[in-house]
């Protein structure tokens, strides 16, 4: 009896180790077979997703930069809006200062040729094509103002009266290359010459006086004024100072050149004066 059980007991044994082995066989084998067949297959798939994986790479890339290439270009509108801007204000600020300047300096001559019973008129128009021509000024016949009347601004006579209507008038620039007014001058406080105001040198910023014989008597910073050799305008109206005399190759006569006192650039109010 205890033979006939071991003899079971080792059958059974061996059934499992049979079926056991027989597993570990079939496992291995279709583990064999699988990795035979597919392994070709994962190659071609990891080699074409690493071919893929370049452009997406290189297109990811391309998105984050174009993104950020248009940020930066928005802030780069916003910040040339915002120097447009300031530049604006900057300039509106500086035509500011220059028109309270001209505006004090128009006070000023109002003051100084009080007894001449002076004008006060706002520049109302300028032309770019006509800008050392013509001024446009705010008052007109109605105010007083008559053709040949001296116009001041900015510290000395900038023009003449050329034009007037009703409400406005046109002013004829010393330093137009027409000028014809033949402005009479006197050169020197005690003891002056006279002369005639004849051109302006527009490269060179400076008024010539011809028809001056008094040599003697002419000096450097020397100032020039209206004189009362001429019944059509007042005197004693200052144009500027002598900065260089000349003698005239074929005359006695001295060319005298003068410096204006007057700034023409920027002129924006003006002082009418009547003639005496």
Do not use: C
Not at 75 to 93: A, D, P, W, Y
Not at 179 to 193: E, R, S, W
Not at 243 to 251: A, G, L, T, Y
Not at 259 to 271: E, G, L, Q, R
């Amino acid at each position: 009896m205890g033979k006939i059980l071991k003899s079971k007991v080792l059958i059974l044994v061996a059934v499992l180790v049979i079926s056991s082995l027989s597993f570990l066989f079939v496992s291995s084998q279709s583990w064999f077979i699988e990795s035979s067949l597919f392994s070709p297959v994962r190659s071609v798939l990891a080699s074409a997703e690493s071919a893929i994986s370049i452009p997406r790479r290189f297109l990811s890339e391309l998105m984050a930069d174009t993104q950020n290439l248009l940020v930066t270009f928005e802030e780069n509108e916003r910040l040339r809006t915002e120097v447009s801007r300031l530049n604006g204000v900057l300039n509106e600020n500086h035509s500011l200062k220059l028109e309270n300047e001209s505006l004090r300096s128009s006070l000023e001559l109002e003051m100084a040729y009080a007894s001449s019973d002076p004008l006060v008129a706002e520049v109302i128009h300028r032309s770019p094509s006509s800008w050392n021509q013509f001024l446009l000024i705010s008052i007109g016949q109605t105010s007083g103002v008559l053709k040949g009347n001296l116009v001041l601004a900015n510290g000395g006579v900038v023009g003449v009266v050329a034009e007037v209507y009703s409400d406005t008038a046109t002013v004829q620039l010393l330093q137009a290359k027409d000028f014809k007014a033949n402005l009479a001058v006197k050169i020197g406080d005690q003891d002056p010459a006279y002369g005639i105001l004849t051109d302006f040198d527009p490269v060179e910023n400076k008024f010539l006086i011809s028809q001056v014989t008094d040599k003697d008597r002419v000096a450097l910073s020397d100032s020039v004024m209206t004189s009362n050799l001429s019944d059509t305008y007042p005197e004693n109206l200052l144009l500027g100072e002598v900065i260089e005399v000349r003698q005239n190759k074929d005359s006695l006569e001295l060319e005298v050149y003068v410096k204006p006192s007057a700034n023409f650039s920027d002129i924006y109010s003006v002082i009418v004066i009547g003639r005496q």
